[in-house]
């Protein structure tokens, strides 16, 4: 049974699928709701979607890994019969994938690995913001700022209610996501900001940045909370949504409060908000490092610091963050605290 004529492959990291949310939108305005290959991680993000009819669960580093699991994933979509297949992501897999799936029109960026397989090769634009370049694939060009979105339920926002009532916290509370995958997109000094700043903290982030949520709560005592790994995704972002302000690094969290419309104070450290990952809401701010000739030193950001010295994270102080957040929170800082103090 086919369930959509239009297939979007999107199997990259949480914010990139949380940044593709506007491309599905239009293409659903288009052609109706679209299904959706994407990683067993990210498929929450997107399951009752208003613009999704499917999910797609594709384990590509666990059950369905290596050739096997491919073509067995490229089998089973071949009979749904897409007729077309819009491709965010620019790997060599994903190349693969649409041509096993027979779709007759097969779009992706010109510079993707496999794009000779491509039936429409788009010219990736240099500039601008991600969600912008991937609205190119449906040949929207820039206007205004798409804002991302996840079509939470009411039970999504129970969720997070519930578990931030049972712990007597209001809204208007600050939340912190310090963790990051890559080592050197962690700012160091989240614990001292959470003493710096008057009001209650929340911490976020998934089950492997609980360590880091318990350094925050611990500097912090009485007053902040961990909700790392204590909630699914959607519940996660509905948190958000009662926060006054986020402050996270160059990491999935920032998405998930662009999508929420939450202020964001973002900290970039070895990338910078150029690439075309950074915050664009009208009150949120970058915090960065100017001046240092090593930044940027890769896409992603690398898992220690090539030059040994990370200065771009230690050198950026609390007193800079705190700032930011007051100025868009309104909150009161506790007092000043410097690093190593």
């Known amino acids: 049974m086919i369930t959509s004529s239009t297939l979007v492959i999107q199997t990259a990291f949480l914010g990139d699928v949380v940044l593709t949310t506007p491309l599905l939108s239009v293409l659903a305005e288009r052609h109706g709701p679209v299904d959706v290959v994407t990683t067993p991680a990210a498929a929450p993000l997107l399951e009752g979607h208003p613009a999704v009819a499917e999910v797609v669960r594709y384990d590509k580093r666990g059950a369905d890994a290596g050739p096997g699991g491919l073509w067995r994933l490229g089998l089973l979509l071949r009979r749904r019969r897409y ?60 206007g205004r700022p798409e804002r991302p979105s996840l079509g939470l339920t009411a039970a999504d926002r129970a969720a997070a209610d519930e578990w931030l009532r049972e712990r007597g916290i209001p809204p208007g509370f600050v939340a912190l996501a310090p963790g990051s995958i890559w080592g050197t997109k962690r700012w160091p000094y989240y614990p001292e900001l959470a003493t710096a700043l008057g009001a209650p903290i929340v911490v976020v982030g998934g089950g492997d940045d609980a360590a880091l949520g318990i350094e925050v709560i611990t500097a912090a005592e009485g007053r902040s909370w961990n909700a790392a790994g204590a909630l699914g995704l959607r519940a996660s972002a509905a948190l958000l949504e009662r926060a006054s302000v986020l402050v996270t690094n160059d990491s999935a969290p920032l998405h998930f409060a662009a999508a929420m419309g939450t202020p964001v104070v973002a900290i970039f450290g070895p990338t910078v908000p150029e690439f075309g990952f950074g915050p664009r809401g009208p009150r949120d701010a ?37 700032a930011a957040v007051i100025g868009i929170s309104g909150v009161e800082a506790r007092r000043a605290i410097r690093p190593g103090d």
């Not at 693969?96 to 993707?112: H, I, P, Q, S």
């Not at 491509?118 to 060009?141: F, K, N, Q, W």
């Not at 690398?302 to 990370?310: I, N």
Request: aromatic share 2%.
């Open 83 to 142: 007729a077309r297949a819009i491709l965010p992501h620019r790997s060599l897999r994903t190349a693969v994938l649409a041509l096993l799936t027979g779709a007759t029109e097969r779009t992706g960026f010109a510079d993707a690995a496999g794009a000779v397989t491509y039936t429409s090769r788009i010219p990736r634009p240099r500039d601008g913001h991600e969600t912008d370049r991937l609205l190119a694939l449906a040949g929207v060009s820039s």
């Open 286 to 322: 970058v915090v960065q490092q100017s001046g240092l000739a090593c930044r940027p030193c890769s896409a992603h950001g690398p898992r220690v610091c090539p030059l040994g010295h990370h200065r771009c994270m230690l050198e950026l102080s609390v007193e800079r963050v705190a």
